[in-house]
């Protein structure tokens, strides 16, 4: 084929799509359904609505057929803000299926099909099961007569129940008789494509939340999740094996983070269970992937009383404080009760001992024997990227961490209201500014750099990663020698 040819196949198959999506836009979809009671003294309820062509990223109007499972999704909803308007008057529709047939029939409360037809007071529902007469229910059906990029025509035919949005009215049943047609743009969002994986970057977002901003991702948003998950457990593994329970030490999960003390799962990260694909941001297709709170875990170090300093003591106080911790120690270590709750307690029997001469720093206590890491992919602001630090003056930058850009120690300190600020500690991967003295946003004493990244960026990519360790200085230690921080290195994609 020629360059002149090849321009002008070009140019036919742009004007070939522009015609399309006119022709898409030129047409108006329409839903039609009337309620006829079994009661005759109550009048029928019809309702109809027009709606234009949907575009293709408008989640009030959208379905597909997912190619990988089969399964028909559609999901139809007045605009944000109806309330405010007339629509109710001709009537309104919340429709939603995801189903592999074109036959189905259902009842109210089902997890994957939803009806709700209102107009003016009046509301259309699938009708409730009852399970006092068994075989005698009826169920509402839909038909779908056709679906594609496009276009969907279905039929809504069967039993179904007719209520009051102000809830005095005894509900009716009777049957329902309903048409819906609608188009929407022939396109489909997409994500990235996932660098080593061939999946689908195609978003068939069967669930379109935008109450709480999250969707169902693509395949290739999933395997970008399993491949994450994989290298952060692989990277923090050794500790559960090496470090939990070893020198009363016990590893929890920080909570809303992954769990990643389950075992190891044999399965590629590449594949994608596109039945049950998880959730992702609304809009994680359009930025780089960042994530400061996705994975952490928590170290508490349970210690007994001469560990912590507390010497006999005659007081009856003493005495009895003692056998208090003594008890919580050994609930602590069969697990009797939480490390938490062990902390927690310890802390308040302590306290209580304050008329012990030998009493211990409570508070440095807690700082020197706890420790929290959080991994952060891709910070994308100062927050993320900054180390608010504990002693100013003793605070360090160094190059001992192999494959990192650098490390930012901070050493714990006394505050002047006689708390300790936990020793801090930052170890940066990938690309990142130089270190600067500085304020955090907080007005805080802070450790301040940017991460870069290219210009033309993969949003499926991790270009840089931040451990971030409070706690314990000998704690730090023994987690970093502990952890495979090749496989978190292996993450990131040199720039």
């Known amino acids: 084929m020629t360059r002149q040819q090849s321009v002008k196949r070009f140019i036919a198959l742009m004007l070939c799509t522009y015609c399309l999506l006119k022709n898409v836009h030129a047409q108006t979809g329409s839903f039609t359904a009337t309620f006829t009671p079994a009661d ?45 308007r007339k629509e109710e008057q001709t ?12 036959d189905f029939d259902f009842y109210a409360l089902n997890d994957s099909i939803s009806i709700s037809l209102q107009k003016n007071k009046s509301v259309i529902s699938a009708p409730k099961y009852d399970p006092k007469i068994g075989d005698k229910n009826k169920p509402l059906h839909i038909h779908i007569a056709s ?61 379109i939340d935008d109450a709480n901003w999250v969707r169902t991702p693509s395949a290739c948003e999933k395997a970008f999740n399993n491949k994450l998950f994989d290298a952060v457990q692989k990277t ?6 090496h470090v939990d ?41 359009k930025k780089l992937f960042s994530s400061d709170d996705r994975f952490g875990v928590r170290f508490i170090r349970t210690l007994s009383n001469e560990a912590m300093g507390i010497t006999p003591n005659t007081g009856a106080s003493s005495k009895a404080g003692r056998a208090k911790m003594d008890s919580l120690y050994k609930l602590a270590a069969a697990k009797k009760i939480s490390m938490e709750e062990y902390s927690r307690q310890i802390q308040a029997a302590m306290t209580n001992m304050a008329g012990n001469e030998n009493i211990v720093d409570v508070k440095k206590l807690e700082a020197e024997n706890n420790l929290y890491i959080t991994v952060i992919i891709n910070p994308g602001n100062k927050t993320q990227t900054e180390l608010k630090l504990a002693d100013k003056n003793k605070t360090v930058v160094t190059h001992t961490v192999k494959g990192a850009a650098f490390e930012i120690f901070s050493p714990i300190v006394k505050d002047g209201d006689g708390t300790w600020l936990r020793s801090r500690m930052a170890v940066y991967f ?66």
Request: proline share 7%; hydrophobic share 35%.
């Open 40 to 84: 005759v003294t109550i009048k029928p309820v019809t309702l109809s609505i027009s709606k234009p062509a949907f575009k293709f990223d408008n989640p009030h109007g959208y379905w597909f057929v997912n190619p990988h499972n089969g399964y028909k999704h559609f999901n139809t909803q007045p605009d944000q803000g109806y309330s405010d």
């Open 91 to 102: 009537g309104i529709a919340f429709i939603s299926f995801n189903q592999t047939e074109n």
């Open 147 to 207: 679906i594609n990029a496009v276009e969907i025509t279905f039929t809504l035919s069967g039993a179904a129940e007719l209520s009051s949005t102000e809830g005095y009215a005894k509900p009716s049943m009777g049957t329902i008789s309903g048409t819906g047609h609608f188009f929407r743009d022939p396109q489909y969002a997409k994500s990235d494509p996932l660098p080593g994986c061939d999946c689908d970057p195609t978003i068939y977002a069967s669930v």
């Open 236 to 241: 923090m593994s050794p500790l559960f094996d």
């Open 245 to 285: 329970h070893k020198d009363n030490i016990s590893i929890t999960i920080l909570p809303g983070s992954a769990n990643i003390n389950v075992p190891v799962q044999d399965r590629p990260y590449c594949s994608s269970d596109y039945y049950h694909n998880g959730l992702t941001g609304l809009d994680a297709e």
């Open 430 to 495: 990938g690309k990142f500014s130089a270190p600067v003295m500085g304020k955090s946003g907080g007005g805080f004493a802070a450790e301040t750099t940017n991460a870069a990244y290219p210009a033309r960026q993969n949003k499926l990519s991790v270009y840089n990663i931040i451990i971030k360790m409070e706690g314990g200085k000998d704690l730090m230690d023994k987690a970093l020698a502990n952890m495979d921080l090749d496989a978190l290195q292996n993450l990131i994609t040199k720039q």
